[in-house]
């Protein structure tokens, strides 16, 4: 079993920047995605970013240029950075981690998430 446990997020004006972790516990066999999710109301869920476990990387076409994601395999967390935040980066950001088995078995965890509010 994976727990996943998010910080960093919070108020910040437009323009601001935020660093959000995710640290994941627990056994791991082998971690072989981490990734970011968004949703804000009325909104459905939005893939941010993703990082590979051979550290290539993903990002939606809203935030390319401004959000860096990296991880730090040694310590099983992604960070999230964000610069030139704006209002409509407001939501609740959601880390996930797929994991595979010794018998390539995949499995998703979720953190809790923690909301960022980008508003003067």
């Known amino acids: 079993q994976v727990q996943l446990v998010e910080s960093g997020g919070g108020l910040v004006q437009p323009g601001g920047s935020l660093r959000l972790s995710c640290a994941a516990s627990g056994i791991i066999f082998s971690i072989e995605t981490m990734a970011w999710y968004r949703q804000a109301p009325g909104k459905q869920d939005n893939l941010v970013a993703v990082i590979t476990s051979g550290g290539s990387t993903n990002y939606a076409d809203s935030v390319k240029g401004r959000f860096t994601i990296s991880r730090d395999n040694a310590k099983n967390t992604v960070y999230l950075q964000m610069n030139s935040l704006k209002p409509e980066d407001t939501a609740v950001y959601y880390c996930?981690?797929?994991?595979?088995?010794?018998?390539?078995?995949?499995?998703?965890?979720w953190g809790q998430g923690t909301q960022v509010t980008v508003s003067s």
């Open positions: 996930n981690v797929r994991v595979v088995s010794r018998q390539r078995v995949r499995s998703d965890y």
